[in-house]
Each structure stands twice: as structure tokens, then as C-alpha cells.
């Protein structure tokens, strides 16, 4: 049984191997760019939506309410952001149900880079709102003592997050495997019907932490919520 | 388990290429059609309330018009009212004054038409009397009655010289006036007899229909009547009389 998509080489070019990971992550890439596109290719306010683009404004919409209720700077930076890892994620996690396809968020290392852009995205979104001195300064909130705690919590945080969305990922296919073996008939239909809600809730997880993650960080103590337009 | 950082790295630029890609292809058409399509709203409805507010206004206007053309209607019908009733009763007053003047011309031609049968009511009642007389008296007695009154008067005119004379003053005529021509002897008795008094007057006879039956003697400014005319206005005083008593009471002094 094979678990690691990353060990999988698809093709080669240059000498360099592109596994199962980094081209089911093109799929998924091509399938949300392509549709987008398709859908808002004939987005002018002189035609009236259908229903694609309907649903598409629906899920825009419903992500950008879910971080309007968290963040205190919803910014559309932060939608691109906690969007895209949503859409991106939910999009994998529900194509497992197609055949021979491997989903990219079960590879630690998709699930790693993805903590590692919100690790990254989190101190940008918190400079570009509090300045580098007000973002430094907050590790040293509420005082000096708390500055290693603080960074070992920035970087645990991280892991974590990159940890819970491997692990639920992987033990979906974990357990679905071992299934296999005791009821080839039966269990695979039950564990994909439960692998794709526990990809959306991963999915919604992932997205609303990284979200409360980039909130904290850009919110000044006793600072009302504010929305914000960019 | 383990983590091959070239996947990582590679994945963490796939993520942000995704990020691009989306927000170019995904977020940014959706939201500023959002956008778009809010703001097209917010002008349809501000459109929408200024169309509102002008039909508000128009909808005053409309109102306060019809409330002034009302008040008008009710100026000119109360206007229409005073003048039809201005023209009624000037209407009335003419129609009660023509009735007046045609009431007033209908009684005086009305008693004209009295007056003119009363007349020949009176004419023919003579006539009659006078006809019927001479008849009964050339009947009953086979006498003249041209001859008895020209005999009758020569007696009352003898009686009557000194008047006579005076009366007749410087007169050159005598006029003897009759309903009928009186006959030949009648007329030599009357001229004979007048001679003896005024024997410097000529007697002249005159035939008169509209003259009541007798005798009319006009000498000078004098004038002698010996007609029926006194017992034409007794008969009729006593027809009168009669037609108030319903026709059947006696006459008075009939059963004489």
C-alpha cells in the first residue's frame, strides 16, 4: 500500500522528478483557474448572472462572511489568502472520490507548505498592519518574559496545523485501507462518503485558523473591528 | 512518514501561484461584480426614490389642482345657479306682465264686444219694440204711429213755443230726423205746425238708420226726442231684472 504521494514520480524533465503530489496540485490548479474563468468570462453588469456564476458568488461571498466574522481586518487580502487555501484544500479532499486520483493535502508535504505560507503569511499580514516595530513589539505582549513562549507558540501553532490536516487526511486513506482488506464491497463506498466530509470540515478548519491566526496578528490590543475595502 | 522540502517549496509556490491565479480569475471578477451590481442597485433605487418623491410632488399637485378646479366647479355652478335664477324670475315677470297686458286687452275687448252687442242688443230690442208697436196699432186701431207721434209732438211743441223760440235764435233750419222716411202726411202735419210757430225756419227731413226709431226735432242749439231709445233701456232693465230673478219671478208693475 502505498501512502506517499511525494515517492511517486510522475515524469522527469531535467533531471528533476515531478511526483504525484506537485501534479495533482496542477490538477486541482487547473480545475479551479479553468472554472473560474469559464464562469466569469462573461461577467459584465449588463448580463444577468447564471447559475454558475450564482454558486460561485455564493461560495465568495459565504468565505468572505465566515472571515468578516472572525477578522477584525477583512481585508480581500485576506479573503485571497484564507480563500484560496479553503477552495484549494475542499477541491483536493473532494476529488478523492475520483478514481486514481491521489489528493495533494495527503502528502506532508503539501500539508507542510501549506502551514509554512501561513507561518509566513501571518508576521507580512501583521507588518503590513501594525509596521515591523508594532509586530515585533507584540511578542513581547504582555511582557518580556513571554517573548520565547510567544515564538515557540508561532511555530507550534504552525506544525500543528500542518500535522491535523495531514493526519485527518491520511487517516481517512489509513483507514479506508485497512477496510479494504476486511470488506473490499462495502467499506470503500462508506469511507469516501465520510472522506469528503471530513474534507470539507478540514478544509473549513484549516481556512478559519489560518484566518484567526492572521487576525490576531493584526489586531492592535482593544482595537474595535473595522472592516476594511482593498 | 517524511518530508521532501523540494515538494514543500515547490508546493508552497504552487500555493501562491493559486493565490494569483485566483485572485485574478476569481475573487476580483466576483467581487466587483458584486460591486457593480450593488452600486447598480443603490442607483436603481435612488432612481427609483427621486421617481417617487416626483410622483409624490405630482400626486400633490394633481391633488391640490383637482381641489381648486373643485373649488371653480362649485364658483361657476353656484354662478349658473344665481344666473338661472335671475332669468327665471326675470322670465316670470315677463310672462306675468305679458299675462297682465294679454288679461287687460282680452277684458277690454271683452267688454268692447259687450258694449258693441249691448249697442246692437239696444238697436235691434228698439227696432223691434217699434216694429211690434206699429204693427199693434195699425192692427188694433189702424193707425199710423209716424202720424201719432208727429201729432203728439205738435202737441207738445205748442206747449213749448216760448222755448222753442228762444231756443231757435237766429237759426235758419229746422231739422226733423227720423230711422225711417216719415210718410207724405206725417211730414206736411209736422212742417204745417212748425210754420205757425217759426214761420221764418224751414223744416228739412233727414233719414238716419243708426238713429233710434222716433222722432228727433233739432232747432238752433235745441233738440226734441220723441224715441223709443227710453223704453228700449227699460225693456232691457227689465230683462236684467228678470235674468237675476232665474227667469220666473213677475215683473213688477206687469200685471198692469
Not at chain 2, 50 to 77: H, M, N, P
Amino acid at each position: 500500500m502505498q501512502l506517499m504521494p511525494d515517492e511517486i514520480i510522475v515524469f522527469t524533465i531535467g533531471g528533476f522528478g515531478f511526483n504525484e503530489t506537485i501534479v495533482y496540485t496542477w490538477v486541482v490548479m487547473a480545475i479551479l483557474t479553468g472554472s473560474s474563468i469559464i464562469i466569469t468570462r462573461n461577467l459584465r453588469p449588463d448580463v444577468p448572472p447564471n447559475r454558475w456564476r450564482t454558486a460561485l458568488e455564493v461560495i465568495v461571498t459565504v468565505i468572505q462572511g465566515q472571515i468578516e466574522d472572525i477578522a477584525r481586518h477583512a481585508s480581500r487580502h485576506v479573503l485571497y489568502f484564507s480563500g484560496t487555501l479553503f477552495l484549494f484544500i475542499a477541491t483536493s479532499n473532494l476529488l478523492l472520490v475520483v478514481p486514481g486520483f491521489s489528493p495533494p493535502t495527503a502528502s506532508l508535504s503539501t500539508t507542510a507548505a501549506l502551514a509554512l505560507s501561513v507561518l509566513i503569511a501571518v508576521p507580512l499580514f501583521g507588518i503590513s498592519t501594525k509596521g515591523l516595530g508594532g509586530y515585533l513589539k507584540s511578542y513581547t505582549q504582555p511582557s518580556v518574559i513571554m517573548l520565547p513562549f510567544n515564538i515557540i507558540s508561532e511555530f507550534s501553532w504552525g506544525l500543528s496545523l500542518s500535522i491535523r490536516l495531514y493526519g485527518n487526511v491520511m487517516s481517512g486513506a489509513v483507514i479506508a485501507g485497512i477496510l479494504l482488506g476486511l470488506a473490499p464491497f462495502f467499506f470503500p463506498v462508506v469511507m469516501d462518503a465520510l472522506g469528503l466530509l471530513t474534507g470539507l470540515i478540514q478544509a473549513y478548519i484549516f481556512a478559519v485558523l489560518a484566518t484567526v491566526y492572521i487576525s490576531l496578528a493584526t489586531t492592535k490590543p482593544g482595537e474595535p473591528i473595522k472592516k476594511e475595502q482593498s | 512518514m517524511s518530508t521532501d522540502w523540494v515538494t514543500v517549496i515547490a508546493q508552497v509556490a504552487n500555493f501562491l501561484v493559486l493565490v494569483w491565479l485566483l485572485k485574478r480569475f476569481l475573487y476580483k471578477p466576483i467581487l466587483n461584480g458584486i460591486d457593480a451590481r450593488e452600486a447598480e442597485i443603490a442607483d436603481r433605487m435612488s432612481e427609483a426614490e427621486r421617481a417617487k418623491t416626483k410622483a409624490a410632488a405630482a400626486e400633490a399637485e394633481f391633488v391640490a389642482r383637482k381641489q381648486r378646479l373643485q373649488v371653480e366647479d362649485a364658483a361657476i355652478v353656484d354662478a349658473v345657479h344665481k344666473e338661472a335664477q335671475r332669468q327665471r324670475d326675470t322670465l316670470l315677470a315677463e310672462a306675468r306682465q305679458k299675462l297682465e297686458l294679454e288679461q287687460r286687452d282680452w277684458r277690454a275687448h271683452l267688454e268692447r264686444e259687450q258694449q258693441k252687442f249691448t249697442a246692437e242688443l239696444y238697436r235691434a230690442g228698439a227696432d223691434t219694440l217699434y216694429q211690434l208697436v206699429r204693427k199693434a196699432l195699425h192692427d188694433l186701431a189702424d193707425e199710423s204711429l209716424e202720424e201719432r207721434i208727429v201729432l203728439h209732438v205738435t202737441v207738445q211743441l205748442k206747449s213749448m213755443a216760448s222755448e222753442l223760440l228762444a231756443a231757435a235764435g237766429n237759426s235758419e233750419t229746422a231739422v226733423a230726423i227720423t230711422h225711417t222716411a216719415l210718410p207724405d202726411g206725417a211730414r206736411a202735419t209736422l212742417t204745417r205746425e212748425l210754420q205757425a210757430l217759426l214761420p221764418d225756419v224751414p223744416l228739412r227731413f233727414v233719414k238716419d238708420e243708426h238713429q233710434a226709431p222716433g222722432l228727433i226735432l233739432r232747432i238752433g242749439s235745441a233738440q226734441l226726442a220723441w224715441t223709443v231709445d227710453s223704453y228700449t233701456e227699460e225693456m232691457a232693465d227689465l230683462l236684467s231684472e228678470r235674468l237675476a230673478t232665474g227667469g220666473l219671478g213677475r215683473v213688477a208693475g206687469n200685471d198692469r
